[in-house]
């Protein structure tokens, strides 16, 4: 095995086996780079070896075992590995509490456990979104320990599900706090990436992530709203979605209203709000759209149903945050649920991708149901006509059967 500045691998991973880490390290050992994937998580390791991923990933299988052929990919659970790795990329982010403010004990805890395995001269890049200041911060906390350990900030900018694709095409931001770091990050992504490498400073960087995810999570809410609006009038909102986009180029990039949900568009957006001192009113009021298109929802049932909907089964199409994904993390299916639960008789699940001993199949759904909302529009439902089952009330958000 190749040896780099007298370690063993080139690139280590910590958390080398969830969405962002593993679709990256991949790409890294079919560029050629040594990688191995650390994580704690010893049944997806056991995955990854026999050349499976552990989650939906377009043409992950495929790329998975090219890159174990080529005897560039390896993992561990053993924390010792980040001592063999020039480069040490951290897959650990800045979540939000019950307060919606950014909890930095993850990556705290993560640094204090890992302390004694970072090595002089070594390169740590943060990937996952964080709090302005962040990278700063684990800076100062290598200087702290007297550890010369440099520290850079590189965000991840990809589709799930689609990370191995887009990685190989995107641009990547990278930052660091002085020249060398830079270029030595710089080089080491270039490995990957067919398009420009985009230098700026950390917290320009941080921030990068942040608008991006933040925008992204207004749009939806600026549809959500326009929606929400032609449903109270008594609207079709698809008609006036139609007129207004249809050969029409200035109105094109509005999206199709929908639940916006995810691990990302509300967290980063609320951490914004929270570098602004919560001055951040188009972020919250996105949040009270988007959040809110749920209650909306069922308060329009309980107004055509009136008393009625209390006798009601509703079944719920898609429990992922989005389509033709297996990540339900904060995915607003659930929160659809739970007020279900309180107005209606009985709520019933189901999803091709996501695996619980609670939910029913597809073809229950029907049998049961009185009313089927889509809350994910799985491709696996296209085939399904509502004129079909005149019995059933559907609702449909995304205007997918339709489409």
């Not at 909890?103 to 890992?114: M, N």
């Not at 180029?249 to 957006?269: H, M, Q, V």
């Not at 189901?350 to 994910?376: C, G, H, M, R």
Request: charged letters at 25%; a neutral charge; one cysteine or more.
């Amino acid at each position: 095995m190749a040896v780099f500045n007298g370690m063993k691998y080139e690139l280590c991973i910590i958390g080398g086996a969830g969405h962002v880490g593993l679709p990256l390290g991949v790409v890294f050992a079919n560029s050629g780079v040594k990688t191995v994937l650390l994580d704690i998580n010893k049944e997806a390791l056991k995955e990854i070896q026999e050349g499976k991923f552990p989650f939906k990933e377009r043409g992950g299988n495929e790329a998975l075992r090219a890159a174990l052929e080529k005897e560039n990919l390896f993992t561990s659970s053993d924390p010792q590995t980040i001592s063999e790795a020039r480069f040490v990329l951290v897959v650990l982010g800045t979540p939000i509490d019950e307060y919606l403010s950014p909890e930095f004990g993850g990556i705290t805890r993560a640094l204090d456990k890992y302390e004694s395995h970072f090595q002089e001269g070594q390169i740590v890049i943060l990937r996952s979104t964080v709090y302005p200041g962040t990278t700063e911060k684990i800076q100062n906390y290598f200087s702290e320990k007297e550890k010369k350990v440099r520290v850079a900030f590189c965000p991840e900018r990809i589709t799930q599900g689609y990370a191995i694709e887009e990685t190989k095409v995107l641009p990547q931001i990278v930052s660091a706090f002085d020249e060398e770091t830079l270029k030595e990050v710089s080089d080491l992504f270039r490995k990957i990436t067919q398009e420009k490498i985009i230098p700026v400073k950390p917290v320009e960087a941080e921030l990068a992530k942040l608008f991006t995810n933040s925008w992204r999570y207004i749009r939806f809410a600026v549809a959500n709203q326009f929606f929400m609006i032609a449903q109270d009038h008594g609207l079709n909102y698809q008609n006036i979605e139609r007129a207004m986009k249809e050969d029409y180029a200035r109105n094109k990039d509005l999206p199709s209203p929908g639940f916006a949900a995810g691990p990302c568009l509300l967290k980063d957006t609320m951490q914004l709000a929270a570098f602004t001192n919560n001055n951040f009113w188009l972020g919250h009021a996105a949040m009270l759209i988007n959040e809110g298109l749920v209650n909306h929802v069922i308060k329009e049932l309980k107004r055509e149903y009136l008393d009625s909907l209390k006798d009601k089964t509703v079944g719920i199409l898609g429990m992922a945050f989005k389509a033709n994904s297996d990540d339900h993390r904060d995915s607003l299916s659930y929160k659809l649920r739970k007020i279900a639960h309180v107005e209606c008789r009985t709520v019933l699940c189901t999803d091709p991708y996501v695996k619980n001993e609670q939910f029913v199949s597809v073809e229950d759904i029907f049998k049961k149901a009185d009313i089927i909302i889509l809350a994910a529009p799985h491709a696996e439902y296209a085939d399904i006509n509502p004129k079909n089952y005149p019995n059933i009330r559907f609702i449909d958000i995304w205007n997918f059967w339709s489409r």
